[in-house]
T-cell receptor, first 116, second 113 residues
Framework: DVKVTQSSRYLVKRTGEKVFLECVQD?????MFWYRQDPGLGLRLIYF???????EKGDIPEGYSVSREKKERFSLILESASTNQTSMYLC???????????????FGDGTRLSIL | GDSVTQMEGPVTLSEEAFLTINCTYT??????LFWYVQYPGEGLQLLLK?????DKGSNKGFEATYRKETTSFHLEKGSVQVSDSAVYFC????????????FGRGTSLIVHP
């Protein structure tokens, strides 16, 4: 079965720490995404990557960066964590080649991050 | 730009009731349409999809029809169960060269025994 795996389900960090969230997919997908999910706000795209070492900013990139050194792995980095970054973070992947417009995204189970 | 509007929740129903969750969209081109479901503590998973006008997607007793004339993709189920309690997201697939789908804000469904 296809799989998107996020390294942690729950994470507690301190204000000012540098935080790494890892995501790995085993579907050979070109596209990978990081979303943030908050009550009443739905999913908001933080960053998108369409290839190794390639990235595009989403709707809310401030305070975040990303790294994609290998096709299967996409990391989200909180450069200096703040309490307003307490949230659920979801990673997703999708196909870019072929008839990609009909293909769904595949999601990990999420990381619930608390910044104290 | 593209957008998806879903009915606000929570939707609260008794077991075996009929469910409708409304979804309307604005899109350039003719994207595929999707419903995703998010159970408590989990990520989103695909529930069903439709790729062109008048297509009906179905899965696990849920159905939705791609209505181009009303730009809608309403989710329905004839008899809900407690286990259907979750958040449901309507989404536009990618089109026009974009690889980023557009999601609605999600509708929470609570089913009581």
């Amino acid at each position: 079965d296809v799989k998107v795996t996020q390294s942690s389900r729950y994470l507690v960090k301190r204000t000012g720490e540098k935080v790494f969230l890892e995501c790995v997919q085993d579907m050979d997908h070109e596209n990978m995404f990081w979303y943030r999910q908050d009550p009443g706000l739905g999913l908001r795209l933080i960053y998108f990557s369409y290839d190794v070492k390639m990235k595009e900013k989403g709707d809310i990139p401030e305070g975040y960066s990303v790294s994609r050194e290998k096709k299967e792995r996409f990391s989200l980095i909180l450069e200096s964590a703040s309490t307003n970054q307490t949230s659920m973070y979801l990673c997703a992947s999708s196909l870019r080649r072929g008839d990609y417009s009909n293909q769904p995204q595949h999601f990990g189970d999420g990381t619930r991050l608390s910044i104290l | 730009g593209d957008s998806v509007t879903q009915m606000e929740g929570p939707v609260t129903l008794s077991e075996e009731a009929f469910l409708t969750i409304n979804c309307t969209y604005t899109a350039t081109g003719y994207p595929s349409l999707f419903w995703y479901v998010q159970y408590p503590g989990e990520g989103l998973q695909l529930l069903l999809k439709a790729t062109k006008a008048d297509d009906k997607g179905s899965n696990k007793g849920f159905e939705a029809t791609y209505r181009k004339e009303t730009t809608s993709f309403h989710l329905e189920k004839g008899s809900v169960q407690v286990s259907d309690s979750a958040v449901y997201f309507c989404a536009l697939g990618t089109s026009g060269g974009s690889y980023i789908p557009t999601f609605g804000r999600g509708t929470s469904l609570i089913v009581h025994p």
